[in-house]
């Protein structure tokens, strides 16, 4: 049986884990600061996972493991062994190899690539195992910690499709917690989808001046493009459209042989992104067919190709689903205005199963994710405030035997 | 004294210096081959100047050099130094850095980026000077051999437009031939006049879902190019356009703060050319204003600019002038049918400034310019032909002392 939070606050286990939490505040940006300074660029998780995995195994868990996709994953049996609560944080972060990731502390304020999105999960993941031990809680259901590789940019969600879709726990889910970035005001109940395209238009090329009226590929492309900003698209599903990148072509004075657009579509809808993703290839289709009437393919006529780069899921947990009324009462509880929200994370992937997720913070403050300049806050008492709602969010979910 | 072409052929020392082509010829090939192989990409002309430099200095021309533009320029005395006559051909390529420039033979058929545009050209002149030399011919006017830099695209005829304005010979140049492609049966008597646009659409940028509805420099891109694909051009003055290369955005999840597009205008009508180069204009701020007026430009506007690159004049031989007689007269000689051709070449500036000038043939076939697939057919009869019909052209200009 899950527990209700009023109830959790006042359990004496819970104040044991969280008394915990406190004495360990300074290990928990010890270990914040070590796994910063491990590299884990996009596709190249290999030495943080390593890292993480050797830290979890003394904190009770002698059978953490990576999985086949490189996912670090530790169980921590329940009592009932009824259902499956998955506690998860990134190992990748947006930044190449050769990035400078060493940590530079200012007071309570750390700065490096990375630090907040997601390396602070990591280390709450941390934290909350040995809180656990420490306050000697059994839950009810199982508990499946999950250091995961590939939710930012190319990478896809790699790490929690394999969860759901191959990995060894993917019919025993039931729930699942994505601890990710420091912020706890805004909880995300709702999987912005996306469909990404690197789209190609190909041609025979020629000379400018000579071969001019032979078909051109970046006519084409500006039909598609066009046509793109003139996409009817409904505000209610939050869905959205951009020609992002444009390349192409070798010289001023030559037809281009070949162009490309890269085209990000996504939306709150899974039928609204369908609908969008079946347009652009409809405005593909019709353009190329357009220049190829419009200009000479003595030489060879116009092609396309929508090399897709990017497909994430769109889905939803229900408001009234127990993962997000007792993440809210949480929050709430340690004093968080909270915000329901739209994103796309690693929640994206158990959204559109149906399994109930949510996307919650991982305490204290940060900035500037993506850039350089990333920095979170350590102050301790937002800090700690942050950890503990944490913690009694999901223990709301698996629930607390006596 | 020029020589009427006729008198050329039946003389002595023209046999000789035929008969040298005819021997040479696999020598030819040869250097085709290795000066086609040592890259020369658009303003990175110095590797294959310093070969073609070194190839001159023993075939007669120990005051070869380099002048300040980058072009080789050798020499060659006539008895009266009364005029002087430029034979060149163009060191640069369209392709860009890192082109795979090794050449692929099938039988008398040579593939390789650039190997027909223009590096035959400077095979050519290498084996004109030698046959000269092989046949003790002595000129009346002076003979100056430039091997150029920056005749395609962005070069923006640089080469040749820093001869005749800055370059030691400028007041002494009395005629002008370049030796431009395989193609026999076309002699460029006409200049077509280029106008060449970089141009650069702006915008706040912002993330492709967050930032949604902001105002995108890619559709105002689009549908300029896409009118520029619908534009109205007369084929009687060689009217024409092209969107050539196009760039800009830095990533999938951005709406691009900055595109471009490279267009090239063409016509050898100064009135044309000035109607489409108004006509793009009008299409660059149509598009921004459209483009505003759909998105929202709360974090700023769209803007463009158009950075012009390329501007070469229009301009003409006289049909009746001697270096356009003695060549169709050569090259009718030799069994081509010559037809009088417009282009937009080398010879664009000698002709803008009233120097008589002429772009003709290296020999040979060839096809596919300005694309990877480019080839050459050195079939000796066929290219040698070309060649000697070459050589008659120059010395019916440039007078054979007896």
């Not at 759901?164 to 109940?189: A, H, K, N, Y």
Request: net charge negative.
């Amino acid at each position: 049986m899950p527990i209700a939070v009023p109830a959790l606050l006042a359990h004496p286990k819970f104040a044991a884990a969280a008394a915990y939490l406190e004495g360990a505040h300074d290990r928990l940006i010890e270990e914040i600061i070590q796994l910063t300074e491990i590299p884990a660029p996009p596709f190249k998780e290999e030495r943080r996972a390593a890292a993480f995995l050797e830290m979890m195994r003394p904190a009770g868990f002698a059978d953490a493991k990576l999985d086949a996709i490189g996912n670090v994953v530790a169980l921590r049996k329940g009592r009932s062994g009824g259902g499956m609560i998955v506690l998860s944080a990134h190992l990748d972060t947006v930044f190449p190899e050769g990035t400078d990731v060493s940590v530079r502390r200012e007071g309570t304020k750390l700065f490096a690539p990375g630090i907040g999105d997601d390396t602070r999960g990591l280390a709450a993941l941390l934290a909350f195992a040995r809180a656990l031990d420490a306050a000697a809680i059994e839950t009810e259901a199982d508990l499946l910690f999950v250091a995961d590789v590939g939710e930012e940019g190319r990478g896809d969600l790699r790490g929690i499709r394999h969860l759901f879709t191959e990995g060894e726990f993917r019919d025993r889910i039931t729930g699942f917690f994505t601890f990710d970035s420091p912020d706890m005001d805004e909880l995300v109940v709702t999987a912005v989808g996306s469909r990404r395209y690197h789209v190609v238009f190909r041609g025979p090329g020629g000379h400018s001046f000579s071969a001019f009226g032979t078909v051109n590929p970046a006519y084409a492309l500006a039909e598609t493009v066009l046509g793109l900003s003139r996409m009817s698209v409904s505000s209610e599903t939050r869905t959205t459209f951009s020609a992002s990148v444009l390349g192409g072509g070798t010289s001023i004075n030559a037809i281009p042989e070949e162009v490309f657009v890269d085209v990000d579509l996504r939306s709150i809808s899974p039928e609204d992104l369908a609908r969008i993703d079946t347009e652009l290839h409809r405005l593909v289709d019709t353009a190329v067919a357009n220049e190829n009437a419009r200009g000479s393919t003595e030489s060879g006529a116009i092609t396309a190709e929508a090399v897709l780069i990017g497909d994430r899921p769109a889905g939803a947990t229900p408001r009234d689903s127990l993962i997000v009324t007792a993440s809210a009462e949480a929050l709430a509880a340690f004093g968080f205005e909270v915000g329901f929200r739209a994103s796309s994370t690693d929640a994206n992937i158990p959204m559109s199963l149906g399994v109930p997720a949510v996307m919650i913070g991982t305490g204290g403050k940060g900035g500037r994710a993506h850039t350089l300049a990333e920095w979170i806050d350590v102050e301790p008492e937002t800090s700690l405030r942050g950890l503990k709602a944490g913690l009694a969010a999901f223990l709301g979910v698996v629930g607390l035997c006596d």
